[in-house]
């Protein structure tokens, strides 16, 4: 693997996870072997990273949310960008679909798959979609899809990790496995309760009052 390029949504309902974007990002340079890498963003506009950085040094650029979901433009021009590459792997991250700019599904998939021919790759981490259905549509593989939960950022970029390292290892492209996908969108654990003092519980939740034995009136 030579060079990573992530392109990452930083539209205005990404501020929520936007903290657990960056250290999966971080967290994933740190896990793999030197590389170059860029990134690149979308929202409304687009800022394509025109910078080559080697992974061991790489900094993150700000990354604000706001506007709206400009995919399909981004991607046009990150892989006319890259066409020329080889050994490159695109990471997208996105949780809504394109709702803004000019271009196609087809121009995407057009260049996706010429990209694609050079020993490239290219994975799609969606939230609140069906990421395997969205991402066929644009040309990505359903082996390099992934459903990730806004909860579950940080599972998703290690699984995004592992599969670069293993690439890196064997010059495989590695499919995202059952297990990853499962912490992708695994329900957070739920907090229980806090426990009630019955003294100051209320009295429909303590269930049916105690029986008083009483004194006969009988005889």
């Given at each position: 693997?030579k060079k ?18 960056k ?5 994933t ?11 690149s963003?979308f929202?409304?506009?687009i800022h394509i990273?025109?910078?080559v950085?080697?992974?061991s040094?790489?900094?993150l650029?700000e990354?604000?949310c706001?506007?709206?979901t400009?995919?399909?433009d981004c ?5 006319n960008k ?13 949780d ?7 271009s ?13 021919d ?10 609140n ?8 549509v644009?040309?990505v593989d ?14 998703a970029f ?9 690439y890196q290892?064997?010059?495989i492209n590695?499919?995202f ?6 912490a992708?969108?695994?329900?957070p ?13 209320d009295p429909?939740d ?14």
């Amino acid at each position: 693997m030579k060079k990573i390029h992530f392109v990452i949504d930083k539209s205005g309902s990404m501020a929520t996870m936007m903290e657990d974007v960056k250290e999966g990002i971080r967290t994933t340079l740190a896990d793999i072997d030197e590389c170059d890498v860029s990134v690149s963003t979308f929202s409304s506009d687009i800022h394509i990273d025109d910078s080559v950085c080697k992974s061991s040094c790489f900094t993150l650029p700000e990354l604000h949310c706001r506007g709206g979901t400009r995919l399909f433009d981004c991607l046009v021009q990150v892989l006319n960008k890259e066409m020329d590459s080889t050994d490159t792997m695109i990471v997208v991250l996105t949780d809504g679909l394109n709702n803004t700019g000019t271009s196609t599904e087809e121009e995407v998939r057009n260049l996706l798959f010429k990209f694609k021919d050079n020993n490239n790759i290219v994975k799609f981490l969606g939230a609140n979609m069906d990421a395997l259905v969205n991402a066929a549509v644009l040309g990505v593989d359903a082996s390099d899809a992934l459903t990730y939960d806004g909860a579950n950022v940080t599972h998703a970029f290690r699984a995004v990790s592992e599969n670069i390292t293993q690439y890196q290892r064997s010059g495989i492209n590695v499919p995202f496995l059952p297990p990853q996908r499962a912490a992708s969108i695994a329900a957070p654990t739920p907090t229980p309760p806090p426990a009630q003092n019955p003294l100051h519980a209320d009295p429909l939740d303590l269930g049916p009052p105690r029986l008083r034995r009483c004194q006969s009136m009988i005889g």
